[in-house]
């Protein structure tokens, strides 16, 4: 007898349908052979669908659970700096809006003043304090009486009335051009008689960070009717000489003949140092050794650092950092990695230390060995941990003076950011609003745009590699060829305005034929803006002691970028100009 009717004979005997007697015992034995009368098949079927149902769905269940367990053991998210490009701009999409940090080779990542509400509803405070205090300063005499002043003679720039007539001329030359006037200061001769070179201060409504730019200007004035003066003429953009303020003194030699150009007075990127023994003794501090980040493209740059600044955060320590950058040949020209950049080249450095709590690893280190005592109860204690698998967490109650993080395995166990990957990334919060653009890179773009009197449109060009791999971008190459741009760029920017052309397209006449309908402004229209006779040059070289710096093509990617985001009316590669979406084929839609 098999199985199968073993059991249906003993859920047959079961039942109550069934009597211990001779008639019913002779059907038992016929029914041995299997069910042969509906009461025998109906019930043991309708059990054992149920029980198959059952065991099914219990089966399933635990193949499910068993599948979810090993998934979240054996699951790494994917790292989106490991990426290709592609990858990379998608992901980063969509959690970092208003893209601003290069993606090589058409875009920058959205830095802190890029995003950070906190600091657009600081910024909007400060312009209604400056801009209230500003009108406050206006002198009462503007409106006074002018019977005793003769209107023959000179202008005089000292005179109220001159203020109050750039101030309103101001006030109407740049009523829609996002221009937030903050202070003035007083007018001084120009040149000639009749003439004032008037400065002041200025934010731009584009940016939501509340840094100030100066802007300097040469007014010809004359008397007008009644009390009031008029402006006949108003230079271009810091054409008020006489208004800028006289250069910092540098090192180097003397040169008598060449005036030094002026430089932003506002800019302190001075190091902090530890102002004592008995200071760096009470300080706890994080330090990262170099690592596999090291001439790495400026993304993962940014990533690691910002994971380590947000380390430092959550540990209530402050941050050992090096200034050394090396700059990945992904963002040189000539494609090689080039050592030995400043920090304070591309960020706002100022900004930085006053965001968060950080010393400069090159005094730091020198002042660990001068007061560091090798034995005795003066010792520094130091926690070194030798893999980022050591969380922050696990660090959290450490009381060593300094948590000495070595990244000495290979790539990608060296990488700084695997610090803040796994469990680490619910606690640690990168400090996205501690990292600005350099100001010494965004007065050069304030005064490209202050040169187009803030009134211009802009068009974004993509080429290089791009229009070059026809399997990705099958169409970008003859959709920005000139007659092509020319074809649409007409039908979108009305004639004659200035157009400012942002684009990675190395041959200067390439937009040529645009010149017929537009203004035409390059970057290389600019050169002298960054020349050995420039306020950048003057800056840098005072960082550098002298030497030298050049105006590498991250540095122009990110003026370029910037100028172009400032526009009123923008074209763009990927949205106005190519059929082609921006990571490539059937990419649109990510």
Request: with cysteine.
């Amino acid at each position: 007898m098999s199985s199968s009717d073993q059991e249906e004979e003993y859920h047959d005997e079961g039942s109550p349908l069934f009597r211990d007697d001779s008639e019913d015992s002779g059907r038992r034995r016929r029914s041995s052979s299997g069910p042969s009368s509906a009461a025998v098949g109906e019930v043991p079927v309708s059990q054992s669908i149920i029980k198959a149902a059952s065991n099914v769905c219990f089966s399933l269940f635990v193949l499910a659970v068993l599948a979810i367990t090993v998934a979240a053991v054996t699951y790494q998210p994917p790292d989106p700096w490991l990426q290709s490009s592609a990858a990379l701009t998608t992901s980063l999409s969509r959690v970092l809006p208003n893209s601003t940090f290069l993606v090589p080779d058409d875009s920058l990542l959205p830095t802190g003043e890029d995003f950070n509400s906190s600091s657009s509803s600081a910024a909007a405070q400060r312009d209604a304090t400056d801009q209230a205090a500003a009108a406050d300063a206006t002198p009462a005499a503007a409106a006074g009486s002018c019977d005793d002043n003769d209107p023959d003679a000179p202008v005089n720039c000292s005179d109220p009335r001159v203020l109050a007539a750039v101030k309103a001329f101001n006030a109407k030359a740049f009523f829609r051009k996002s221009i937030v006037f903050l202070s003035y200061e007083a007018p001084v001769p120009g040149p000639k008689p009749g003439e004032c070179d008037v400065a002041w201060r200025f934010r731009n409504r584009r940016e939501k960070s509340w840094r100030r730019y100066r802007d300097y200007r040469r007014f010809a004035l004359t008397a007008g009717e009644g009390c009031a003066l008029e402006i006949v003429s108003v230079g271009k953009f810091r054409s008020g000489k006489n208004a800028a303020r006289s250069p910092r003194r540098t090192k180097g030699p003397k040169s008598p003949h060449v005036a030094a150009p002026p430089v932003d007075a506002e800019i302190n990127d001075t190091v902090p140092v530890v102002g004592s023994e008995a200071e760096f003794r009470k300080g706890k501090y994080l330090y990262y050794m170099r690592g596999g980040d090291h001439c790495k493209s400026m993304n993962q740059f940014i990533w690691s650092f910002l994971c380590g600044l947000g380390e430092a955060k959550f540990l209530n320590r402050t941050f050992v950092m090096d200034l050394n950058m090396c700059l990945s040949g992904a963002h040189t020209e000539d494609g090689r990695d080039v050592d030995g950049k400043d920090f304070r080249f591309y960020f706002d450095f100022e900004h930085l230390k006053d965001s968060v709590s950080l010393v400069e690893e090159g005094d730091f280190l020198k002042d660990w060995r001068r007061w560091d005592k090798k034995k005795g109860p003066g010792r520094i204690t130091v926690r070194k941990v030798p893999t980022y698998k050591v969380t922050p967490m696990q660090l959290r109650r450490e009381k060593s003076n300094i948590i000495w993080r070595q990244f000495d395995g290979k790539e990608p166990e060296n990488y700084w950011y695997r610090v803040c990957e796994g469990r680490a990334a619910k606690v640690i919060q990168r400090p996205w609003y501690a990292i600005w653009k350099s100001k010494r890179l965004m007065n050069i773009v304030t005064e490209i745009a202050g040169r187009m009197d803030w009134d211009y449109d802009g068009l974004h060009v993509v080429r290089g590699w791009k229009a070059q791999n026809k399997k990705m971008y099958p169409n970008l190459d003859d959709d920005t060829s000139p007659g092509a741009i020319v074809e649409k760029v007409t039908k979108l920017i009305k004639p004659m305005r200035n157009l400012y052309i942002a684009t990675n397209e190395p041959f200067y006449n390439y937009f040529d034929k645009l010149r017929s309908y537009f203004h035409v402004h390059l970057l290389d229209d600019y050169k002298e803006l960054w020349s050995n006779t420039s306020e950048w040059y003057n800056e840098t070289t005072t960082i550098t002691g002298g030497k030298p710096v050049p105006f590498d093509a991250y540095m122009k990617v990110i003026v370029d970028t910037e100028v172009f985001y400032r526009s009123k009316a923008k074209v763009e590669t990927f949205n106005n100009l190519t059929r082609d979406c921006k990571d490539g084929i059937n990419t649109c839609n990510l």
